[in-house]
T-cell receptor, first 121, second 110 residues
Protein backbone atom coordinates (compact mmCIF):
# COMPACT_ATOMS: atom_id res chain seq x y z
CA UNK A 1 0.00 0.00 0.00
CA UNK A 2 1.04 3.61 -0.47
CA UNK A 3 2.93 4.68 2.62
CA UNK A 4 5.19 7.46 3.87
CA UNK A 5 7.46 6.66 6.80
CA UNK A 6 9.29 9.47 8.56
CA UNK A 7 12.33 9.48 10.79
CA UNK A 8 12.06 9.61 14.55
CA UNK A 9 11.78 12.44 17.04
CA UNK A 10 14.63 14.89 17.41
CA UNK A 11 15.81 17.01 20.32
CA UNK A 12 18.11 19.82 19.27
CA UNK A 13 19.72 22.86 20.82
CA UNK A 14 19.05 26.36 19.47
CA UNK A 15 21.33 27.13 16.55
CA UNK A 16 21.75 23.49 15.53
CA UNK A 17 20.38 21.84 12.38
CA UNK A 18 18.03 18.92 11.87
CA UNK A 19 17.23 16.74 8.87
CA UNK A 20 13.93 14.86 8.72
CA UNK A 21 13.48 12.02 6.24
CA UNK A 22 10.33 10.75 4.56
CA UNK A 23 10.58 7.39 2.76
CA UNK A 24 7.89 6.56 0.23
CA UNK A 25 6.75 3.11 -0.79
CA UNK A 26 3.93 1.56 -2.78
CA UNK A 27 4.09 3.91 -5.77
CA UNK A 28 6.55 5.37 -8.26
CA UNK A 29 8.25 8.10 -6.25
CA UNK A 30 8.86 10.61 -9.02
CA UNK A 31 5.27 10.67 -10.29
CA UNK A 32 3.86 12.71 -7.41
CA UNK A 33 5.14 15.83 -5.69
CA UNK A 34 5.84 15.92 -1.98
CA UNK A 35 4.64 18.66 0.34
CA UNK A 36 5.75 19.46 3.86
CA UNK A 37 3.38 20.64 6.60
CA UNK A 38 4.15 21.98 10.06
CA UNK A 39 1.98 21.68 13.14
CA UNK A 40 3.09 23.62 16.20
CA UNK A 41 2.00 22.24 19.60
CA UNK A 42 -1.76 22.49 19.95
CA UNK A 43 -2.01 24.47 16.72
CA UNK A 44 -3.30 24.00 13.19
CA UNK A 45 -1.65 22.89 9.98
CA UNK A 46 0.72 25.14 8.04
CA UNK A 47 1.84 24.32 4.51
CA UNK A 48 5.59 24.82 4.15
CA UNK A 49 5.95 24.20 0.44
CA UNK A 50 6.62 21.35 -1.96
CA UNK A 51 9.29 19.64 -4.00
CA UNK A 52 8.99 18.33 -7.52
CA UNK A 53 10.16 14.74 -7.17
CA UNK A 54 10.91 14.52 -10.88
CA UNK A 55 13.15 17.60 -11.21
CA UNK A 56 14.11 18.11 -7.58
CA UNK A 57 13.00 21.74 -7.69
CA UNK A 58 11.74 22.98 -4.32
CA UNK A 59 9.22 25.75 -3.77
CA UNK A 60 8.86 27.33 -0.34
CA UNK A 61 5.78 28.98 1.11
CA UNK A 62 5.93 32.43 2.64
CA UNK A 63 7.63 32.23 6.01
CA UNK A 64 9.67 29.18 5.08
CA UNK A 65 12.48 30.65 3.05
CA UNK A 66 16.11 30.78 4.06
CA UNK A 67 16.45 28.21 6.85
CA UNK A 68 14.33 25.46 5.36
CA UNK A 69 15.61 23.15 2.63
CA UNK A 70 13.74 20.40 0.78
CA UNK A 71 15.79 17.73 -0.97
CA UNK A 72 15.49 14.23 -2.41
CA UNK A 73 17.29 10.95 -2.80
CA UNK A 74 15.31 9.35 -5.61
CA UNK A 75 17.37 6.13 -5.43
CA UNK A 76 15.82 5.37 -2.07
CA UNK A 77 12.50 7.14 -2.72
CA UNK A 78 13.12 9.55 0.12
CA UNK A 79 12.40 13.23 0.64
CA UNK A 80 14.18 15.32 3.21
CA UNK A 81 13.46 18.48 5.18
CA UNK A 82 16.45 20.25 6.68
CA UNK A 83 16.09 23.14 9.08
CA UNK A 84 19.16 25.17 9.98
CA UNK A 85 19.81 27.68 12.78
CA UNK A 86 17.03 26.15 14.82
CA UNK A 87 14.94 28.37 17.09
CA UNK A 88 12.58 27.49 19.91
CA UNK A 89 9.64 28.43 17.70
CA UNK A 90 10.63 25.69 15.23
CA UNK A 91 9.47 23.14 17.81
CA UNK A 92 6.64 21.34 16.06
CA UNK A 93 5.55 18.16 14.35
CA UNK A 94 6.64 18.09 10.72
CA UNK A 95 4.67 16.01 8.23
CA UNK A 96 5.45 14.99 4.70
CA UNK A 97 2.43 14.37 2.47
CA UNK A 98 2.08 13.13 -1.08
CA UNK A 99 0.78 16.02 -3.14
CA UNK A 100 -1.67 14.68 -5.69
CA UNK A 101 -1.57 17.62 -8.11
CA UNK A 102 1.73 19.19 -7.19
CA UNK A 103 2.40 22.80 -6.11
CA UNK A 104 -0.05 22.38 -3.24
CA UNK A 105 -2.95 22.76 -5.63
CA UNK A 106 -4.57 19.44 -4.88
CA UNK A 107 -5.09 17.20 -1.92
CA UNK A 108 -2.57 15.45 0.29
CA UNK A 109 -2.70 11.69 0.64
CA UNK A 110 -1.21 9.88 2.39
CA UNK A 111 0.63 11.65 5.16
CA UNK A 112 3.69 10.48 7.01
CA UNK A 113 3.28 9.72 10.67
CA UNK A 114 4.99 12.98 11.61
CA UNK A 115 8.34 13.84 13.16
CA UNK A 116 8.46 15.79 16.40
CA UNK A 117 11.28 18.31 16.48
CA UNK A 118 11.94 19.88 19.86
CA UNK A 119 14.33 22.80 20.14
CA UNK A 120 15.49 23.43 23.67
CA UNK A 121 18.67 24.36 25.48
CA UNK B 1 -5.77 31.30 8.90
CA UNK B 2 -6.88 32.28 5.41
CA UNK B 3 -9.75 29.81 5.67
CA UNK B 4 -12.04 30.32 8.65
CA UNK B 5 -13.50 27.42 10.62
CA UNK B 6 -15.39 27.42 13.93
CA UNK B 7 -13.00 26.40 16.74
CA UNK B 8 -15.38 23.75 18.03
CA UNK B 9 -18.63 21.92 17.38
CA UNK B 10 -20.38 19.22 19.33
CA UNK B 11 -23.18 16.74 19.00
CA UNK B 12 -24.72 13.71 20.62
CA UNK B 13 -24.26 10.21 19.22
CA UNK B 14 -26.51 9.67 16.23
CA UNK B 15 -26.92 13.37 15.50
CA UNK B 16 -25.81 15.34 12.46
CA UNK B 17 -23.19 18.07 12.67
CA UNK B 18 -21.75 20.41 10.09
CA UNK B 19 -18.42 22.21 10.03
CA UNK B 20 -18.12 25.34 7.92
CA UNK B 21 -15.06 26.65 6.11
CA UNK B 22 -15.17 30.20 4.76
CA UNK B 23 -12.72 31.56 2.24
CA UNK B 24 -12.43 34.45 -0.20
CA UNK B 25 -12.24 35.24 -3.89
CA UNK B 26 -8.56 34.26 -4.10
CA UNK B 27 -9.21 30.71 -2.97
CA UNK B 28 -12.80 29.48 -2.99
CA UNK B 29 -13.59 32.01 -5.67
CA UNK B 30 -11.25 30.20 -8.06
CA UNK B 31 -11.47 26.79 -9.70
CA UNK B 32 -9.46 25.12 -6.95
CA UNK B 33 -11.29 22.54 -4.90
CA UNK B 34 -11.64 22.18 -1.15
CA UNK B 35 -10.48 19.11 0.73
CA UNK B 36 -11.05 17.92 4.28
CA UNK B 37 -8.87 16.03 6.75
CA UNK B 38 -9.57 14.26 10.01
CA UNK B 39 -6.92 14.25 12.70
CA UNK B 40 -7.58 11.84 15.53
CA UNK B 41 -5.78 12.63 18.80
CA UNK B 42 -2.06 11.97 18.57
CA UNK B 43 -2.12 10.91 14.92
CA UNK B 44 -1.35 12.37 11.51
CA UNK B 45 -4.10 14.00 9.45
CA UNK B 46 -6.01 11.65 7.17
CA UNK B 47 -7.76 12.59 3.94
CA UNK B 48 -11.52 12.57 4.47
CA UNK B 49 -12.98 14.40 1.45
CA UNK B 50 -11.25 15.47 -1.75
CA UNK B 51 -12.42 17.55 -4.68
CA UNK B 52 -15.21 19.19 -2.66
CA UNK B 53 -17.40 16.10 -2.24
CA UNK B 54 -15.50 12.88 -2.99
CA UNK B 55 -14.75 10.23 -0.39
CA UNK B 56 -11.59 8.14 -0.60
CA UNK B 57 -12.04 4.41 -0.39
CA UNK B 58 -12.72 3.36 3.19
CA UNK B 59 -14.28 6.61 4.38
CA UNK B 60 -17.86 5.96 5.55
CA UNK B 61 -20.68 7.65 3.65
CA UNK B 62 -21.66 9.35 6.90
CA UNK B 63 -19.12 11.97 5.85
CA UNK B 64 -20.00 14.35 3.02
CA UNK B 65 -18.69 17.62 1.66
CA UNK B 66 -20.26 20.51 -0.18
CA UNK B 67 -19.18 23.84 -1.55
CA UNK B 68 -21.07 26.99 -2.51
CA UNK B 69 -19.57 30.32 -3.43
CA UNK B 70 -16.79 31.23 -1.01
CA UNK B 71 -17.70 28.65 1.62
CA UNK B 72 -17.66 24.91 2.07
CA UNK B 73 -19.07 22.50 4.60
CA UNK B 74 -18.35 19.08 6.00
CA UNK B 75 -21.36 17.16 7.26
CA UNK B 76 -21.21 14.15 9.53
CA UNK B 77 -24.38 12.14 10.09
CA UNK B 78 -25.01 9.38 12.59
CA UNK B 79 -22.34 10.79 14.89
CA UNK B 80 -20.18 8.20 16.62
CA UNK B 81 -17.76 8.46 19.52
CA UNK B 82 -14.88 7.56 17.18
CA UNK B 83 -15.58 10.72 15.15
CA UNK B 84 -14.21 12.86 17.97
CA UNK B 85 -11.24 14.56 16.31
CA UNK B 86 -9.95 17.77 14.75
CA UNK B 87 -11.13 18.55 11.22
CA UNK B 88 -9.29 20.79 8.77
CA UNK B 89 -10.32 22.21 5.41
CA UNK B 90 -7.70 22.91 2.74
CA UNK B 91 -7.55 24.61 -0.65
CA UNK B 92 -5.23 26.67 -2.83
CA UNK B 93 -4.85 30.44 -2.74
CA UNK B 94 -3.91 32.19 -5.96
CA UNK B 95 -2.71 35.34 -4.20
CA UNK B 96 -0.42 33.42 -1.86
CA UNK B 97 0.43 30.92 -4.61
CA UNK B 98 0.25 28.08 -2.19
CA UNK B 99 -1.89 25.66 -0.29
CA UNK B 100 -3.87 26.92 2.68
CA UNK B 101 -5.57 25.30 5.65
CA UNK B 102 -8.40 26.32 7.89
CA UNK B 103 -7.59 26.76 11.56
CA UNK B 104 -9.26 23.48 12.42
CA UNK B 105 -12.45 22.51 14.25
CA UNK B 106 -12.52 20.26 17.29
CA UNK B 107 -15.51 17.93 17.21
CA UNK B 108 -16.72 16.70 20.58
CA UNK B 109 -19.17 13.82 20.77
CA UNK B 110 -21.25 14.38 23.90
Amino acid sequence: QVQLVQSGSELKKPGASVKVSCRASGYTFNTYAMSWVRQAPGQGLEWMGWINTDTGKPTYAQGFTGRFVFSLDTYVSTAYLQITSLKAEDSAIYYCARDLLGFGGGWFDPWGQGTLVTVSS
Amino acid sequence: SVLTQPPSVSGAPGQRVTISCTGSSSNFGTNYDVHWYQQLPGTAPKLLIYGNNNRPSGVPDRFSGSRSGTSASLAITGLQAEDEADYFCQSYDTSLRGSIFGGGTKLTVL
